[in-house]
């Protein structure tokens, strides 16, 4: 009931910087919050930020200060800005929202389909 795509994802040098997107589609009847995760080979899956319908953030230890997690609750999107990027960053990351659609009163988590970042030279 609930697409996501992302997109924005890519190669860049250290020091770069990425604009990620992702928009949800579908029949939304409310989204309570964003979070973007990210997950590199042979890791387990992590939050990297997090962004309330009231616009409250949160971001792990690893990226405060360097990215930036952004809403826009009229087009039912979210971007992480991501700066000063590190090759620890490289990861695919993936976007989720906890949301109602129309008709159901329960909120359930939905994944995007996940974007490659690589920051290597």
């Known amino acids: 009931q609930v697409q996501l795509v992302e997109s924005g994802g890519g190669l860049v040098q250290p020091g770069g910087s990425l604009r990620l997107s992702c928009a949800a589609s579908?029949?939304?009847?409310?989204?309570?919050?964003w979070d973007w995760y990210r997950q590199a080979p042979g890791n387990q899956r992590e939050l990297v930020a997090q962004i309330t319908g009231g616009g409250l953030t949160n971001y792990a230890d690893s990226v405060k200060g360097r990215f930036t997690i952004s809403s826009d609750n009229t087009e039912n999107t979210v971007y992480l800005e991501m700066n000063s990027l590190k090759p620890e960053d490289t990861a695919v990351y993936y976007c989720?929202?906890?949301?109602?659609?129309?008709?159901?009163?329960?909120?359930?988590?939905?994944w995007g389909q996940g974007t490659q970042v690589t920051v290597s030279s």
């Open positions: 989720l929202t906890t949301a109602k659609v129309v008709g159901i009163p329960a909120e359930y988590h939905y």
């Open positions: 579908g029949s939304i009847f409310s989204i309570r919050a």
